[in-house]
């Protein structure tokens, strides 16, 4: 392997831009956890930077992208493809959105 540092940080930064370019799209907490979990038994893990060995991603940062997926193969983890499941994932993002017609209601007043 002997991947460089300069590498890693290149192979990181055009994920970066990939999950950017597709409007930082992020995974669920339980997708998240999921992964993080694949990550923390993999012998490719460096425990003591939090980085893979094979790509040199950060893994908790690379973990959360929707578009980043496991460069191991087989893959212990793959990439969510945006969109599939028709709907737009904005896990920690505040949009300025005045419209509340989707609002749900937390009572049941059937009956
Ligand atoms: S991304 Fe894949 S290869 Fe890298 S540490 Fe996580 S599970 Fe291992």
Redesign the pocket.
């Known amino acids: 392997m002997g991947n460089s540092i300069f590498q890693m940080i290149k192979t990181f930064a055009k994920e970066a831009a990939l999950y950017a370019k597709n409007g930082a799209p992020n995974v669920t907490q339980k997708e998240y956890r999921k ?1 993080l979990e ?2 923390n038994i ?5 425990k003591e930077l939090m ?5 040199g ?1 950060l ?1 908790e940062h ?2 959360k992208w929707q578009t ?5 193969e087989p ?3 793959a990439k969510i493809i945006v969109g599939a499941k028709g709907k737009k994932l904005n896990i920690g993002r505040e949009s300025s959105n005045t419209d509340t017609s989707d609002a749900t209601q937390p009572t049941d007043t059937e009956g």
């Open positions: 992964r694949a990550c993999c012998p490719h893990l460096r980085r893979c060995g094979v790509c991603c893994v690379k973990a980043s997926q496991c460069p191991d893959q212990r983890w």
